[in-house]
């Protein structure tokens, strides 16, 4: 399958449709745009405003744009439930079908714990051409044990939209391809860049493979970039280092207790 990361896709239904339009005639099937592409991601007291609920004119128009263009969408929204708003990414099928919505879990700063509530669900999943396609949202793919429930659920591909700052710069460099190699999986992760209010986003989106290898790395600048995931990729690079098969469970149960102050 064919990828399409839109680095610094500028908020808003516009920017996504002309992405989708590109990464479609430059032979994408999926198209994974950043956290928040919908809103921007500095909203400050505005989120609970501009959260829609589920399947609401942003999740429409992203099923509209994925339809026109015959390219499957990934991309940031707000939802509200009740009183509780939460950031999201959906999955839209090249048909416009809405395949699957996760709320992040893990919140970063004060910033967003002040105007979302974090999710509950850890594996959101969806299958598309052959591939077990799972998402995250930036800060989740920083805790080792997201991208190893993935792994051990059958993703192979995790999409994650992400707003990433400076100078975290080593997340993307260093994080991201430790996560895809001792998992065995691709991972997709899609940045803003450029400022917003007070951020600096700092890009480097990437498609790190299996391997550990990174496939296709953006820059500073906006891009669309593209890059193949093998869908046979997954299964070799897990039966080559077996971490998954060679854990000792019965040794990990202290690491779901809090750490000592």
Do not use: W
């Not at 919140?107 to 052959?130: C, H, I, K, M, N």
């Not at 799972?134 to 989740?140: F, H």
């Not at 591909?157 to 999986?185: D, F, K």
């Not at 391997?211 to 039966?239: F, H, I, N, S, Y």
Request: hydrophobic share 45%; charged share 20%.
């Amino acid at each position: 399958m064919r990828i399409a990361l839109a680095q610094g896709c500028a908020p808003g239904t516009a920017a996504l449709d002309a992405a989708a339009a590109q990464a479609a005639q430059r032979g994408a099937r999926l198209l994974v745009a950043p956290e928040l592409s919908h809103t921007g991601y500095v909203l400050g007291p505005q989120a609970a405003a501009l959260a829609e609920d589920p399947g609401g004119p942003a999740v429409r128009q992203a099923r509209q744009a994925a339809a026109r263009h015959g390219v499957a969408v990934v991309f940031g929204h707000l939802e509200r439930a009740g009183s509780a708003v939460h950031n999201c990414a959906s999955l839209v099928g090249p048909d416009g079908a809405l395949l699957a919505t996760y709320r992040k879990t893990h919140l970063y700063g004060d910033q967003e714990r002040a105007a979302f509530t974090p999710g509950s669900e850890q594996v959101v999943q969806a299958d598309l051409d052959g591939l077990r396609i799972g998402l995250l949202i930036c800060y989740d793919i920083e805790f080792p044990e997201t991208a190893r429930a993935h792994a051990l659920a059958g993703t192979d591909l995790l999409a994650v939209p992400t707003a990433l700052m400076r100078p975290y710069e080593a997340v993307p460099r260093l994080l991201v391809p430790a996560r895809a190699y001792e998992n065995g999986l691709h991972i997709a992760y899609a940045n803003r860049c450029g400022r917003e209010g007070d951020l600096d986003f700092a890009g480097l989106s990437c498609l790190a493979g299996p391997d550990g290898e990174v496939r296709a790395r953006a820059g500073a600048a906006p891009d669309l970039l593209l890059a193949d995931v093998d869908p046979q990729a997954a299964a070799a690079a897990r039966k080559d280092s077996p971490y998954l098969t060679d854990r000792r469970p019965d040794l990990y149960r202290t690491l779901a207790r809090s750490p000592r102050p």
